[in-house]
């Protein structure tokens, strides 16, 4: 069975800018979760999405948003860019019942925000 | 709210020698808890996880790792470290009841093995 994978592994941006990554979940998974990767704040939950809705949502800007499509694939959306905000993005799959709590992660996508 | 503590951000072994990663956790409910891996420009790998089963887990690699409720603990063992041990370790909790997948990550610990 395929892992879950990410495209693009590497981003370069520009502040201002608005970038799109996306998510293929292992199949027969229905929930994506987002975390944001950085040396100073670790690993931060971003959001989860179960059957193309937002089941739950971290502390996060508004310019953070995403979807899900019915194919359970997820994109992350990061509007006016910031230098703050390059970091490894790490999604994240699962089967999604109540409580399930194991989740398996794709390699990541590296922003650089100059 | 819960949280996890993973004290020290560095730990350096000689290879062959015990490997002791400490995971503290605050949890209003009993928790799950999970060990990952991630290698350079890599994903996390899932360790092992405790899921109120047996209190001692043995996982991937030779890990293993023993839930103790009354020291709020989830410590990450190995008897014998190998070269290809080095890499950063994330102890994660996440609630078992209510439709939740959050996972809650420690600030990870960066193994060393010495040869």
């Known amino acids: 069975k395929a892992g879950v994978t990410q495209t693009p592994r590497y981003l370069i941006k520009t502040r201002g800018q608005q970038v799109t990554l996306s998510c293929s979940p292992i199949?027969?998974?229905?929930?994506v979760s987002w975390y944001q990767q950085t040396p100073g704040q670790g690993l931060q939950f971003l959001f989860e999405y179960f059957s193309e809705t937002q089941r739950n949502k971290g502390n996060f800007p508004g310019r953070f948003s995403g979807r899900q499509f019915s194919n359970s694939r997820s994109e992350m959306n990061v509007s006016t860019l910031e230098l703050g905000d390059s970091a490894l993005y790490l999604c994240?799959?699962?089967?999604?019942?109540?409580?399930?709590?194991?989740?398996?992660f794709g390699p990541g996508t590296r922003l650089t925000v100059l | 709210a819960q949280s996890v503590t993973q004290l020290g951000s560095h730990v350096s072994v000689s290879e062959g020698a015990l490997v002791l990663l400490r995971c503290n956790y605050s949890?209003?409910?009993?928790?799950?808890l999970f060990w990952y891996v991630q290698y350079p420009n890599q994903g996390l790998q899932l360790l092992l996880k405790?899921?109120?089963?047996?209190?001692l887990v043995k996982g991937i690699n030779g890990f293993e790792a023993e839930f103790k409720k009354s020291e709020t603990s989830f410590h990450l063992t190995k008897p014998s470290a190998h070269m290809s041990d080095a890499a950063e370790y994330f102890c994660a909790v996440s609630y078992p009841t209510g439709a939740n997948s959050k996972l809650t990550f420690g600030k990870g610990i960066t193994l060393s093995v010495r040869p």
């Open positions: 405790y899921t109120s089963a047996a209190t």
């Open positions: 949890s209003s409910v009993p928790p799950y």
């Open positions: 199949s027969g998974h229905r929930s």
């Open positions: 994240a799959s699962s089967l999604g019942g109540q409580g399930s709590g194991e989740q398996f």
